[in-house]
């Protein structure tokens, strides 16, 4: 039993014989705190939420792993960037060194907010049905992590005119070669892929890959861990990004021609995540419905830098 749900218990249910049963399964020092003067037992709930949240979101996380977040404390920031492929100058012994001859430009993030609700009814509680809440709030943890990769697939593969067509075939090494190479002419070096769904089982269907990467070990296909590739590390983002789910002008995963599979991307100079409020949570109860939940939201923006630090993949 999750301390939320005995939290919740604790609270919500006024029978006297069930808070001192869910007080006596409290872990000692949870319930120390509970008995302490000062501290209620709704500023404990709220600490667990925050814990559910975190454990609700975990599963989901792809962007935060591929691109670069900065804590920022205005909705508004200008992220500036320079040139790629520059090289310093030649001087002289005892001269002056010069200033880096380069333009920088600068991308702006207007942060907006996003949220979901999970509810649950009173109905509910007095049944004691505790444990719907937790899981609840983690599926709108997992929705709002789910929603920053999103934003964060179509910003890049918006972002980027770079990119490989694979005219149908399966995502492989071949292909990952030819968008390192351009982006190595474009001045950058790629460090890092996201692959779709579909562009992950290409990969785990290669036996060439699989077998001699492994040396005959099983651990690709124990864990579906992608190994790194031309010094590429890899990383699975499974989301729905389009025209119609985003607002997006490419179409990310599938199999279809003119959609995207893949992005083998610099991370440093890829794009970025603007993070004025991350995942948060806060109880309500809406007593005209009779029901209580948490909302569970973060305030973010995510744009690319440089549209050439990244190639996408077409099918």
Same mark, same amino acid.
């Given at each position: 039993?999750?301390? =939320? *749900? #005995? @939290? /919740?218990?604790? +609270?919500?249910?006024? $029978?006297?014989?069930?808070?001192?049963?869910?007080?006596?399964?409290?872990?000692?020092? =949870? *319930? #120390? @705190? /509970?008995?302490? +003067?000062?501290?209620? $037992?709704?500023?404990?709930?709220?600490?667990?939420?925050?814990?559910?949240?975190?454990?609700?979101? #975990?599963?989901?996380?792809?962007?935060?792993q591929w691109l670069p977040i900065v804590?920022?404390?205005?909705?508004?920031?200008?992220?500036?960037?320079?040139?790629?492929?520059?090289?310093?100058?030649?001087?002289?012994?005892?001269?002056?060194?010069?200033?880096?001859?380069?333009?920088?430009?600068?991308?702006?993030?207007?942060?907006?907010?996003?949220?979901?609700?999970?509810?649950?009814?009173?109905?509910?509680?007095?049944?004691?049905?505790?444990?719907?809440?937790?899981?609840?709030?983690?599926?709108?943890?997992?929705a709002c992590e789910n929603r920053l990769?999103?934003?964060?697939?179509?910003?890049?593969?918006?972002?980027?005119?770079?990119?490989?067509?694979?005219?149908?075939?399966?995502?492989?090494?071949?292909?990952?070669?030819?968008?390192?190479?351009?982006?190595?002419?474009?001045?950058?070096?790629?460090?890092?892929?996201?692959?779709?769904?579909?562009?992950?089982?290409?990969?785990?269907?290669?036996?060439?890959?699989?077998?001699?990467?492994?040396?005959?070990?099983?651990?690709?296909?124990?864990t579906g861990a992608v190994f790194p590739?031309?010094?590429?590390?890899?990383?699975?983002?499974?989301?729905?990004?389009?025209?119609?789910?985003?607002?997006?002008?490419?179409?990310?995963?599938?199999?279809?021609?003119?959609?995207?599979?893949?992005?083998?991307?610099?991370?440093?100079?890829?794009?970025?995540?603007?993070?004025?409020?991350?995942?948060?949570?806060?109880?309500?109860?809406?007593?005209?419905?009779?029901?209580?939940?948490?909302?569970?939201?973060?305030?973010?923006?995510?744009?690319?830098?440089?549209?050439?630090?990244?190639?996408?993949?077409?099918?």
């Amino acid at each position: 039993m999750s301390e =939320l *749900r #005995k @939290l /919740l218990a604790y +609270e919500l249910d006024g $029978s006297d014989s069930v808070q001192k049963e869910n007080l006596h399964s409290m872990t000692p020092q =949870l *319930r #120390k @705190l /509970l008995q302490t +003067e000062g501290i209620e $037992s709704t500023t404990l709930i709220q600490t667990e939420f925050s814990k559910t949240v975190a454990e609700g979101s #975990k599963p989901k996380i792809s962007a935060r792993q591929w691109l670069p977040i900065v804590r920022i404390k205005s909705n508004a920031f200008s992220w500036p960037y320079g040139s790629a492929g520059t090289y310093a100058t030649k001087v002289g012994e005892g001269a002056s060194s010069p200033t880096a001859e380069q333009d920088y430009g600068k991308r702006d993030f207007t942060t907006y907010k996003i949220s979901q609700a999970a509810e649950i009814s009173e109905e509910l509680i007095e049944d004691g049905l505790y444990d719907i809440i937790s899981i609840e709030v983690k599926k709108a943890a997992a929705a709002c992590e789910n929603r920053l990769n999103r934003d964060a697939i179509g910003a890049l593969m918006d972002g980027t005119s770079s990119e490989v067509d694979t005219t149908g075939s399966a995502y492989s090494t071949t292909f990952m070669a030819k968008a390192v190479k351009t982006m190595q002419e474009n001045g950058f070096e790629p460090d890092t892929q996201v692959l779709s769904a579909n562009a992950w089982a290409d990969l785990m269907a290669d036996s060439a890959i699989i077998y001699q990467a492994y040396a005959g070990t099983n651990s690709a296909l124990k864990t579906g861990a992608v190994f790194p590739i031309f010094g590429l590390k890899s990383y699975i983002c499974n989301v729905t990004a389009s025209s119609t789910y985003g607002g997006f002008t490419g179409t990310w995963g599938g199999d279809t021609d003119g959609y995207y599979m893949a992005l083998v991307l610099d991370k440093a100079n890829a794009g970025g995540i603007a993070m004025r409020r991350d995942l948060t949570t806060k109880k309500f109860a809406d007593v005209r419905r009779d029901i209580q939940g948490a909302v569970v939201s973060m305030r973010y923006d995510v744009n690319y830098l440089h549209a050439n630090a990244t190639v996408r993949i077409e099918v």
